[in-house]
């Protein structure tokens, strides 16, 4: 079962490798009252009966997962999803790829927390294929994005453990950042506000 956001977004993008796609990018805008990820792909995508199944939690497609016969990680975005009172769409087109969008309020106490996003983007980073990921995340008015090839292109291997850490310290500066320049600009809101 997914407890977190991070683990959300693990497992929906770990659905884009498996669809082969060779581009996948990952938007995050969060403000103080909701979060908003759309993650889009160009790979295998899903004719109209596979995209009328996917909402079935006893539905994966054929050959998909060796093991088991269910598909729940999308089913279980739905269920937090309407707990907390959000929205998700998702949109495919076979050969062209898949579109997935949710949102929902962070005053909602369903909620999940965030979880470890800088361990989420680096298991992403890490996954063993072929292709591009960009991850773009915005708090507020501030953002920085990241991508697979330039991350590759600065520390080479990701499946060597000192690039992981080096792109795990560089991940972390990147959230700190983003995180106390949000703090200022609230505080500065407040004193002119207040």
Request: aromatic fraction near 8%.
């Amino acid at each position: 079962m997914h407890y977190t956001l991070s683990d959300y977004l693990i497992d929906l993008v770990q659905n884009s490798v498996e669809a082969k796609a060779s581009v996948i990018d990952v938007s995050m805008l969060e403000s103080d009252r909701s979060i908003k990820i759309t993650i889009a792909d160009n790979g295998k995508g899903m004719d109209e009966a596979v995209l009328s199944r996917v909402r079935d939690p006893f539905f994966t497609e054929a050959g998909k997962h060796d093991k088991r016969k269910v598909g729940l990680g999308l089913s279980f975005l739905a269920q937090f999803i309407s707990q907390c009172s959000g929205t998700w769409d998702i949109t495919s087109q076979k050969g062209v790829g898949t579109s997935l969008f949710f949102n929902y309020s962070l005053k909602n106490i369903d909620a999940p927390p965030a979880g470890n996003l800088v361990s989420a983007i680096v298991t992403l980073m890490g996954l063993t294929g072929e292709f591009e990921l960009t991850f773009n995340r915005t708090l507020n008015d501030d953002s920085y994005a990241v991508s697979r090839s330039e991350v590759i292109d600065a520390l080479g291997d990701l499946s060597d453990a000192h690039s992981l850490i080096a792109l795990r310290k560089y991940l972390k500066s990147l959230e700190d950042e983003l995180s106390e320049t949000s703090k200022v600009k609230i505080k500065q809101g407040e004193l002119i506000n207040g």
